[in-house]
């Protein structure tokens, strides 16, 4: 065999190789993998045994508060939420969780969805098409989020596991052209754990979350975890329908810089997924520089999904 018909072999094989590894999607396979670390992940909470039913729980919740923040009623999975204990928290979050219809819910151990929208990465920068399928974990606080976007052909995983927070996008699930790791990317992604909630409102019962009233129509709500404390403000109208959630907590990656950030979600609409009320649609807001500008837009939040194993299927 003379050495051109080896070459054109070898180029063969390196385009197939090239054209299979695209075709078998690495990152997804890697985002795969990053679900199966998340569930190995010992608890980080110890839940309440106790049946509500007689009481317990509400009455510890209710002894618990102080300098006006009220702990939520935790429970192991399974457990239903009462009504009872949606009252021991600030009335906003009462109203919340009623319009939502947690109550008598099971709470969960995980959730999934889907989200599908458009992102971009600056007020000047064209805004490109983006599907989202996510799984979260509740009892050690985790989320792997699969993005994909198909104009330019990218794909990504941006993750929270063990307290550790990165983002990772690649072009043509090949070229490595985003990776963001560090402190601000942990804070950030334990606050993006945090607003997914809303998304899912049962699963804040599972989770050790701090509640104090700061208006009329809004509430603060805090996380620990990780060596990491997380806080927001959720506005609610009349009825208890989320309008919007803001945080102080979290950076954006500007030129290279952590820049500390203003976020925003606000919401719009209603929808009725696994049994609850939630939005229909989201935005997300960056302010880092005293101007803020809306960098994704959802229009689509489906596929709602409890006690979940891994990513849901593509739509």
């Not at 396979?29 to 039913?53: E, H, K, V």
């Not at 596991?161 to 990317?185: N, Q, S, T, Y």
């Not at 979600?265 to 809306?294: C, R, W």
Request: hydrophobic content about 40%; overall charge positive; some cysteine.
């Amino acid at each position: 065999m003379n050495t051109r018909i080896l070459l054109l072999i070898a180029f063969v094989i390196s385009v197939s190789t090239f054209f299979m590894v695209s075709w078998l999607g690495t990152l997804e396979r890697q985002a795969r993998a990053d679900i199966s670390r998340a569930r190995a992940l010992p608890s980080a909470f110890r839940y309440n045994t106790q049946s509500s039913a007689d009481g317990t729980v509400v009455r510890t919740a209710m002894e618990m508060a102080y300098n006006g923040w009220v702990p939520m009623p935790v429970g192991a999975p399974g457990s239903p939420v009462t009504d009872a204990e949606i009252e021991t928290l600030p009335e906003p979050a009462q109203r919340y969780f009623r319009y939502a219809k947690v109550a008598g819910i099971p709470r969960i151990s995980s959730f999934s969805l889907i989200m599908e929208g458009r992102i971009r990465n600056s007020p000047t920068d064209p805004w490109m098409p983006l599907v989202m399928r996510q799984y979260n974990r509740m009892d050690n606080p985790a989320r792997v989020v699969f993005l994909t976007s198909t104009k330019p052909p990218m794909k990504g995983i941006d993750s929270f596991l063990d307290g550790k927070g990165r983002m990772l996008i690649k072009a043509m699930d090949l070229i490595k052209v985003v990776d963001f790791r560090g402190p601000e990317m942990d804070v950030s992604s334990l606050v993006t754990f945090l607003n997914d909630l809303t998304l899912c409102p049962v699963a804040y019962f599972s989770l050790p979350v701090r509640w104090r009233q700061s208006g009329p129509d809004s509430v603060e709500l805090s996380l620990t975890h990780a060596g990491m404390t997380v806080s927001a403000v959720m506005t609610v109208d009349g009825k208890g329908c989320p309008v919007n959630w803001r945080t102080e907590d979290r950076y954006a990656k500007v030129k290279s810089q952590n820049l500390k950030d203003r976020w925003s979600t606000p919401f719009e609409g209603s929808q009725e997924l696994a049994g609850m009320i939630i939005p229909e649609k989201g935005v997300g807001i960056h302010d880092y520089n005293g101007t803020s500008y809306a960098y994704v837009e959802l229009d689509r939040i489906l596929s709602l999904a409890l006690n979940t194993t891994d990513l849901p299927n593509r739509p």
